[in-house]
């Protein structure tokens, strides 16, 4: 059957095409998730007994 945009019976079958990408299962926001998980993985480094530690090299170093 092809599609009408004109056509009140096939809209609603159409309705709830998939998108392309990856499905959304998580109603949060990407930044939201970033936050909690960052979060998150403080808090088991933390129990581990885990520091963090910043470290600055020369680019020729590297």
């Known amino acids: 059957m092809a599609k009408e945009q004109t056509d009140r019976t096939t809209?609603?079958?159409f309705a709830h095409?998939?998108?392309p990408g990856r499905p959304k299962t998580n109603p949060?926001?990407?930044d939201?998730?970033?936050r909690i998980n960052k979060?998150?993985?403080l808090k088991r480094d933390k129990?581990?007994?885990l520091k963090r530690?910043?470290?600055k090299l020369n680019?020729?170093?590297v």
């Open 53 to 55: 530690v910043e470290l």
């Open 39 to 41: 979060r998150n993985q």
């Open 11 to 13: 809209l609603d079958l």
């Open 28 to 30: 949060l926001s990407r």
């Open 47 to 49: 129990v581990r007994g």
């Open 59 to 61: 680019a020729q170093a």
């Open 17 to 19: 095409e998939r998108r």
């Open 32 to 34: 939201e998730q970033l």
